[in-house]
């Protein structure tokens, strides 16, 4: 039991990280009467807007990230990025306060060396061959033994941002360059280089851990451009052979993390089997269509997880399907059209996550629809995106 929000008995949730994501996970949070703390490295980011009260810092700052917790004193600590000095994180747990869902979870998921040794080497879980290179030379080595085409991704990033595919050795100074630029350390110039998986298509199998032990959401599709999600749905059709695998590598790696709360695990879907790709601790983004077709939303889950409330069980209500509008250009004055055209298409729904500007390429707004069948969702969710527009107050 907790009392009300802002009262001397509330129980206390710091969020760091303030995109859309968090916005979604605050505003279920505050259901539950939880109060609400919001850190970003910018001001008027999304959750910011919906939280009782929010802090600006960089959050790879250690000093600064043990200055606010220790002043706010938060019960829980949740991030939602992967740019946090996690050593900091550790240190803090250790001096008795939660990190969601743990401090050392959170340090191994933001890292792409830490948890692809932890699958592949620790729990022996099918991964895309891989190497790890700290500069241009060793690079190209990796890609002589790899082979062409590969992808190449900054060790911490997020949104796709950093991530390249090499297509021939040729490419290598291209995609180096590319994975330095988008890296979220900027004094951490080591890339993993990984073999291309011939995938059929590409799943996140949504896994939530409380205490009512490990739960699955139904598996949802999506399809990726530049590394970042643009489309989604849910349920992707799945054999029962690679569904039950598909959980089997979920349920080893989130166990191996610990603690409770939802994991986004991203999963390639090849002609052999399943091979795990990547886990996020946190609700992942293309997990919004859960906003549109189960009982509880992703958002509503991890904060039941994480509060230690009861998940018994999830319900797919409808099939469905989500599609965003990015950006294409910089901007302070942008504004989003075409709503009201977007609502007339039957089931959907809009979510603008107002974001204080717009850069290319990053999401401001998405498109979620249901029907009898994911088919038809995709369409609505895909023509509802498109009748959504980029509007720009400073156009000459």
């Not at 911490?156 to 941002?161: Q, Y």
Request: proline share 5%; charged share 25%.
């Amino acid at each position: 039991m907790w009392g009300a929000p802002l009262s001397a008995d509330a129980r206390k949730l710091m969020l760091l990280g303030s995109g859309e994501l968090g916005k979604e996970v605050v505003i279920e949070a505050q259901r539950l009467g939880i109060e609400c703390i919001a850190v970003d490295r910018y001001e008027g980011a999304p959750a910011m807007q919906v939280a009782h009260r929010s802090h600006v810092i960089d959050m790879l700052d250690a000093q600064a990230l043990r200055e606010l917790v220790l002043s706010e004193r938060p019960d829980l600590i949740v991030p939602e990025i992967e740019a946090i000095a996690t050593p900091m994180l550790q240190q803090l747990e250790k001096e008795g306060f939660r990190v969601i869902p743990t401090a050392t979870a959170a340090r191994l998921t933001m890292d792409r060396e830490g948890i692809r040794r932890l699958a592949a080497e620790t729990l022996e879980l099918p991964t895309a061959d891989y190497r790890f290179a700290d500069s241009l030379d060793e690079l190209k080595s990796a890609v002589a033994e790899l082979g062409a085409p590969c992808v190449i991704k900054p060790l911490m990033s997020s949104s796709g941002k950093g991530q390249s595919v090499l297509k021939t050795a040729e490419d290598a100074d291209k995609c180096w360059r590319i994975a330095l630029e988008g890296a979220r350390a900027k004094n951490n110039t080591r890339v993993i280089v990984e073999a291309f998986v011939p995938f059929e298509s590409e799943i996140t199998l949504l896994t939530v851990r409380s205490v009512s032990g490990t739960t699955f959401c139904p598996p949802i599709g999506h399809i990726q451009k530049d590394g970042d999600y643009v489309e989604s749905w849910q349920p992707h059709a799945m054999d029962e052979d690679k569904l039950e695998e598909a959980k089997r590598i979920a349920a080893a790696i989130t166990e191996k993390l610990g603690g409770y709360g939802l994991f986004g695990v991203e999963l390639f879907l090849t002609a052999d089997g399943v091979v795990f790709s990547e886990v996020s601790p946190r609700p992942h983004d293309t997990g919004m269509v859960t906003m549109a077709t189960q009982d509880l939303s992703e958002f509503a889950l991890h904060v039941r997880a994480i509060l230690g409330l009861p998940v018994t069980g999830v319900e797919l209500l409808t099939p469905g399907a989500s599609a965003t509008l990015k950006a294409g250009r910089a901007s302070t004055a942008f504004k989003v059209g075409g709503v009201a055209e977007a609502l007339q298409i039957p089931r959907t729904q809009v979510r603008i996550f107002g974001k204080p500007d717009s850069k290319p390429g990053r999401r401001m707004a998405v498109a979620l629809s249901a029907a009898e069948d994911v088919e038809t969702a995709r369409s609505r969710a895909r023509e509802a995106a498109g009748l959504l527009k980029e509007e720009y107050s400073d156009d000459n």
